[in-house]
């Protein structure tokens, strides 16, 4: 199956593979720019495409995660994985308790393991942040995210060209 998934995804063409890999969990943007940029794309061009992707399954997380939750949390497999998700997102979202979207901003911004768009989706459903506002402050964050995600490849990619 990883096989067969990763030779399709290695039959995209790079434009492809940047928005698909930036609309994945965990990886996100924070993924696929490093991806675009070793594939030759342009930085401007890496960078918007990985917004886009990475903005794509936001407005379907924040408005269908909680009633999709409690459907499927009828059946003991889902309700112990939607406990285990919403716990460790708990765990992680105290800035987002307390400044609220500020606080989702700040969240997505950091280009850290499970602070992306994903997780704040889930963070900001879980405390009934406004849906609407929810969205474009994950989208400032995913902004944020991506300037500093861009400065950090573009810099190492330039460090190990000079090290040859």
């Given amino acids: 199956m990883s096989e067969w998934f990763l030779s399709v995804l290695g039959n995209?063409?790079?434009?492809?593979?940047?928005v698909i890999v930036s609309a994945m969990p965990v990886s996100e943007l924070r993924g696929a720019i490093p991806i675009?940029?070793?594939?030759g794309l342009t930085p401007a061009k890496v960078f918007v495409l990985a917004i886009l992707g990475n903005l794509i399954p936001v407005l379907p997380l924040l408005y269908s995660l909680e009633?999709?939750?409690e459907k499927l949390r009828k059946f003991s497999f889902f309700k112990k994985f939607?406990?285990?998700?919403?716990?460790?997102?708990?765990?992680?979202?105290?800035?987002?308790?307390k400044y609220e979207l500020i606080g989702l901003i700040?969240?997505?911004a950091v280009p850290l393991p499970m602070t992306g768009a994903w997780t704040?989706?889930?963070?900001?459903?879980?405390?009934?942040?406004?849906?609407?506002?929810?969205?474009?402050?994950v989208?400032?964050?995913?902004?944020v995210a991506a300037v500093?995600?861009?400065?950090?490849?573009?810099?190492?990619?330039g460090y190990f060209a000079n090290v040859r």
């Fill in 12 to 18: 995209l063409p790079p434009q492809w593979l940047v």
């Fill in 36 to 39: 675009g940029i070793m594939l």
């Fill in 67 to 69: 009633p999709v939750s």
């Fill in 82 to 97: 939607f406990d285990w998700l919403f716990e460790r997102t708990k765990k992680k979202s105290k800035i987002i308790e």
């Fill in 106 to 108: 700040i969240f997505v």
């Fill in 120 to 137: 704040g989706c889930i963070a900001a459903s879980m405390l009934k942040l406004e849906k609407k506002l929810s969205f474009f402050a």
């Fill in 139 to 143: 989208a400032a964050g995913v902004a």
């Fill in 148 to 157: 500093i995600v861009s400065v950090i490849t573009l810099s190492a990619k």
